[in-house]
C-alpha cells in the first residue's frame, strides 16, 4: 500500500525546529489524552479533501492499485492532503454504514483495498511530508510518503536513515505496519526496530471516530496499539496518518543522533549465470551456497552483516538468473568481503559468472555493475530503486507467494525448485527471489513487536509478473504448483518449523485462507503472525471493536 506517483514528481518537504498545536480530527475524539496530536504548518496551496465518483474522468486511474488485476468500483474515492481531513470521511462512513478501505499508494498485492464488496476508497497517498519533531524529538513520516523521498530528506539534511525498503515509491503507510525490509536491515534491523509512535484514527464501539496516537514509552496506555504497527500488518485496526522515528535509548536533542547513519560508500554487485549452462546439480548447489552462507553470516556483531544481497531463481525461459549484492564499503575488508561471497557463491558451480543482460524479476538490466563499483549509499539506493521496472510499468498484473527459512534447503524443496524452474512454459516473468535477513534483525524477541518473524535468515518471494490477461492463468498455476511442491511435505506451506519460519505479510496471499492450497492444519495467521496473533485480536478488540476496518486477511476479533 504506497504512493503511485512517479519518480520525478516534486514534494514539499517541511523541516520543522519544532510542531505544535493541537489537530482537531474530526468529531467526538473523547477525553483521550492523545487524542489531540501535533500538527505541522501547512501552505495555502492544499487542495483539502477531494470526493471522486465514477463521473468523474479521473475515476479509472483511482480505483486500482499496482497489481491490475484488481480493479474496484466504489461509489467514491476521498482524497485528502491533511491529517484533520482523515476522521471525517472515516465518521461519514461508518455513519452511513459504508465499508470502507485505504490506500497510501496502491502497492498492496491483494485484493485488499480495491475489493468488489467496498465502498469507500481513503486516498491517502498526498499525506507525504516528512520533518523533524522537536516535541517529540523524533521524525514525523506521514503515511503516503514514498520510501525514497523519506531516505533523501533524512540523509540531504540530517545524515541519518531508516532501513527501510528498495522500492522506491512504496509508500510508509502499508510497508513500516508490516514490518518492512531493505538491504540495511542485517547491520541495522528493520524500520519497525526504529518505530516510537503511530498516529491511528480509530472508530470506537459507539461508532464514534477518534484519534489515537500510542508510542513505544513502557508508561503509554496505547502501547498495545503501538507494538500492533510495528509489525502487524496494514488494515487492521484504524488508519495510519503518521509515525514518529527514532533509535530507541537515543538521548539529546540533536536531530543527527536520534537515527542511525547507513554507510557513506557501498559496492555494489551484480551477476549472473546463463541458464543454459546450468545442470540440476550445479543449480542445487547454486542456491545452498547462498543458503549456507546466510545462515553461517547472520549472528549479531558478525563482520559479514555488513554485506546484505538478493538471488533471483528466474524461470528457465528469461535466460539468466541474477544476484545483486550490497557492501558497506566502509568498513575493513569491504571488498576482499565482497570478493569471498562472490566466490563462496560459485563454489562447486562451475558456472562462469558474466553481466545481467536482461530483465530480472522486478528489475531491468543491470550490466554495468558485473564489477562491483564503488557508490554514494543515496546513489546506490536511488538506482536500485528506479531500476525496478514493476514501479515502473504501470500496467503489470502480478502473483505472489513468500516464506521465511531457518536453515539449508531440504533436498526435496531443491528439486522441487529445479523442477518448475525449468518447466518447457514460457514463463519469463516468473522468478523466485531470496533476500538476506538475520543479524540485527533477529536482535529483539518475536514478541517484542508485532512482526514475529525474528529467527530467520533469508527470506523467499515467488513472483510473477506480466502484462496480458490471456496470461493470468498460466502465471498463477505456476506460482501454486510451485509453492505447493516446494512446501509438500507440511501441506503446500512454509508452516514455523525447525526450517522454515512462516509467511510475510507485506507479500500478501489469499490462497493462504484456501483449503484447496493450504492444506496444513496451520491457519494463514500464525504463517503471517506465529503466537503473536492472539495478542493482535485483542488490541483489534480495543480499538476496532466494530470491525469496520477489515479486508481478507485483516485480524479477526476474538
Known amino acids: 500500500m504506497s504512493s503511485k506517483d512517479g519518480i520525478g514528481r516534486r514534494r514539499l518537504f517541511t523541516t520543522a525546529a519544532a510542531m505544535g498545536g493541537t489537530a482537531a480530527l474530526g468529531g467526538a475524539l473523547g477525553g483521550q489524552a492523545h487524542a489531540a496530536t501535533t500538527r ?18 479521473q475515476y479509472g486511474e483511482l480505483v486500482h492499485g499496482a497489481n491490475r488485476r484488481y480493479v474496484g468500483s466504489p461509489e467514491a474515492v476521498h482524497l485528502v492532503d491533511d491529517v484533520s481531513q482523515v476522521a471525517g470521511v472515516v465518521q461519514a462512513a461508518v455513519t452511513a454504514g459504508k465499508r470502507l478501505t485505504v490506500t497510501s499508494g496502491g502497492h498492496c498485492l491483494e485484493d485488499f483495498v480495491f475489493h468488489p464488496d467496498v465502498d469507500v476508497v481513503l486516498n491517502v497517498s498526498r499525506l507525504n511530508k516528512v520533518s523533524y519533531d522537536a516535541g517529540r524529538r523524533a521524525f514525523a513520516v506521514e503515511t503516503g510518503a514514498q520510501l525514497l523521498d523519506v531516505y533523501t530528506l533524512l540523509y540531504e539534511v540530517y545524515g541519518v536513515t531508516v532501513p527501510g525498503g528498495i522500492c522506491y515509491s512504496v509508500a510508509a503507510g502499508g510497508h513500516v505496519s508490516g514490518g518492512g525490509w531493505g538491504l540495511l536491515c542485517r547491520p541495522l534491523g528493520l524500520i519497525i526496530d526504529y518505530l516510537h509512535a503511530v498516529e491511528v484514527v480509530v472508530v470506537g464501539a459507539d461508532g464514534k471516530v477518534r484519534t489515537v496516537v500510542a508510542t513505544s514509552d513502557r508508561n503509554d496506555p496505547h502501547r498495545e496499539l503501538w507494538w500492533a504497527h510495528a509489525g502487524g500488518g496494514g488494515g487492521n485496526f484504524g488508519v495510519v496518518t503518521r509515525y514518529w522515528f527514532r533509535t530507541p535509548g537515543a538521548t539529546g536533542t540533536d536531530p543527527k543522533k536520534l537515527l542511525p547513519k547507513p554507510p557513506q560508500e557501498v559496492y555494489l554487485s551484480a551477476v549472473s549465470w ?26 549479531l556483531g558478525a563482520p559479514e552483516l555488513a554485506l546484505a544481497s538478493f538471488l533471483v531463481l528466474t524461470h528457465r525461459s528469461s535466460g539468466q538468473m541474477a544476484m545483486v549484492t550490497q557492501v558497506d564499503a566502509t568498513v575493513p575488508h569491504a571488498r ?33 555493475y558485473a564489477e562491483p563499483r564503488r557508490l554514494p549509499w543515496l546513489e546506490a539506493t536511488r538506482y536500485l530503486g528506479i531500476t525496478n521496472t514493476n514501479l515502473t510499468d504501470p500496467t503489470y498484473r502480478q502473483e505472489y507467494k513468500s516464506s521465511y527459512m531457518r536453515a539449508l534447503f531440504p533436498d526435496e524443496q531443491l528439486a522441487a525448485l529445479w523442477r518448475h524452474l525449468t518447466t518447457d512454459a514460457t514463463l519469463p516473468g516468473a522468478s ?46 505456476w506460482n501454486r504448483q510451485c509453492y505447493a511442491d516446494v512446501y509438500a511435505s507440511t501441506g503446500g506451506v512454509p508452516v514455523p518449523n525447525d526450517v522454515t519460519d512462516g509467511c510475510y505479510v507485506n507479500y500478501p496471499d489469499n490462497d493462504l485462507n484456501d ?40 485480524v479477526r476479533l476474538p
Open 274 to 299: 546463463p541458464w543454459d549452462s546450468m545442470t540440476e546439480a550445479k543449480f542445487s548447489r547454486l542456491v545452498q551456497n547462498y543458503a549456507r552462507w546466510f545462515t553461517t553470516h547472520s549472528a
Open 336 to 368: 576482499a568481503m565482497l570478493d569471498d561471497f562472490l566466490a563462496a557463491m560459485g563454489e562447486g558451480v562451475d558456472v562462469r559468472t558474466g553481466a545481467v543482460t536482461r530483465r530480472f524479476a522486478e528489475f531491468g538490466a543491470m550490466a554495468e
Open 432 to 477: 523466485i527471489t531470496l533476500s538476506s535477513y538475520g543479524g540485527e534483525v533477529n536482535r529483539p524477541a518475536p514478541s517484542a513487536t508485532g512482526y514475529p518473524h525474528r529467527e530467520a535468515f533469508f527470506k523467499m518471494m515467488w513472483m510473477s509478473l506480466w502484462n496480458d490477461p490471456a496470461q493470468d492463468a498460466d502465471y498463477i498455476a
Open 515 to 554: 483449503p484447496r492450497y493450504n492444506q496444513s492444519s496451520t491457519p494463514w495467521y500464525t504463517l503471517y503472525y506465529k503466537d503473536n496473533y492472539p495478542r493482535l485480536q485483542q488490541v483489534k478488540k480495543t480499538y476496532d471493536p466494530k470491525n469496520f476496518f477489515r479486508h481478507t486477511q485483516s
Open 40 to 57: 505541522e504548518a501547512r501552505t495555502a496551496t492544499g487542495f483539502g479533501p477531494v470526493k471522486v465518483t465514477a463521473s468523474d474522468a
